[in-house]
């Protein structure tokens, strides 16, 4: 890489390991054609959380070696660590030939959250108390007093989302 071409914006190890990029390796992230990358996790966790994680362990090394490193640019960072590694090379591999605008636009869709479910509801947690909870009314459960399972509103939507119209 000299510089002039486009790179993209997700790439295995094997396709930035032999190039000007590997730098990254050294610092968990690099900066290119004035884009920063950062070095990801297959479970969606930077080299900087995986560094953290690896010293609370008691380990040197926050990627052990044969795992897999993906070098992503700054942007789809939050895509990739909401959908981890499967998930998200799943969604490129599947739009092929798209540009990384498109791309930027098929996550952003992805990334619908409880938050704006139609089957969302905010109620008491008992009659004794002023705490509100969150649960799906789609989803109910045997345990806890309400019947529903709870849920937070920062989760990833599951099948059964409804956008609520007037949200």
Not at 73 to 81: A, H, L, S, T
Not at 149 to 158: E, F, G, L, S, V
Request: net charge positive.
């Amino acid at each position: 890489m000299d510089g002039t071409e486009k790179v993209p914006f997700a790439m295995s190890e094997k396709q930035w390991k032999e190039t000007t990029l590997c730098i990254a390796k050294y610092y968990g992230e690099t900066r290119y054609n004035g884009e920063l990358y950062t070095i990801m996790r297959k479970d969606g966790k930077d080299y900087f959380e995986a560094a953290a994680e690896a010293a609370s362990d008691g380990r040197s090394i926050p990627i052990e070696e044969g795992e897999p490193r993906d070098l992503v640019r700054e942007d789809f960072v939050p895509f990739y660590k909401r959908f981890k590694r499967e998930r998200f090379w799943g969604v490129i591999m599947s739009n092929p030939g798209k540009t990384d605008e498109e791309y930027f636009e098929i996550f952003k869709k992805l990334m619908v959250t409880c938050r704006t479910c139609k089957f969302r509801k905010r109620v008491k947690l008992n009659e004794y108390s002023e705490r509100l909870i969150t649960i799906c009314l789609k989803r109910p459960v045997r345990k806890g007093d309400k019947g529903y399972k709870y849920i937070n509103a920062t989760d990833m939507a599951c099948n059964l989302y409804e956008k609520d119209l007037m949200a």
